[in-house]
Nanobody
Framework: QLQLVESGGGLVQPGGSLRLSCVASVTSEFTFDYYAIGWFRQAPGKEREGVSCISTDGDNTKHTDSVKGRFTISRDNAKNTVYLQMNSLKPEDTAVYYC?????????????????WGQGTQVTVSS
């Protein structure tokens, strides 16, 4: 079992920055570093989309095209935490952001491999 809790969302002006955190509580035979982590987002009236993901050891990351160069994903396995640094935010980044964990190798932005999900944190980019 894995429980994920996101934090760091809020209201920010266009061009601003936020850092989201995803902290995991692990109660399974697999430690946190066995899980690849993804960040997803869902805007009102839209389907949930994969934003960024990171491999188990943090060496590989992937971002959707719309956030490349603006978002950075990282992880600290000693703290069971994954971060999403979001810079140069745009109104179209407004969404509920979710982190998810999956027992798989590599990086994948689709929802398929992710078994555990957090409750989400709201990010609103507006002037």
């Amino acid at each position: 079992q894995l429980q994920l809790v996101e934090s760091g969302g809020g209201l920010v002006q266009p061009g601003g920055s936020l850092r989201l955190s995803c902290v995991a509580s692990v109660t399974s035979e697999f430690t946190f570093d066995y899980y690849a982590i993804g960040w997803f987002r869902q805007a009102p009236g839209k389907e949930r989309e994969g934003v960024s993901c990171i491999s188990t050891d943090g060496d590989n990351t992937k971002h959707t095209d719309s956030v490349k160069g603006r978002f950075t994903i990282s992880r600290d396995n000693a703290k069971n935490t994954v971060y999403l640094q979001m810079n140069s935010l745009k109104p179209e980044d407004t969404a509920v952001y979710y982190c998810a964990a999956g027992l798989y190798s590599g990086t994948y932005l689709g929802e398929g491999p992710y078994e555990y999900w957090g409750q989400g944190t709201q990010v609103t980019v507006s002037s």
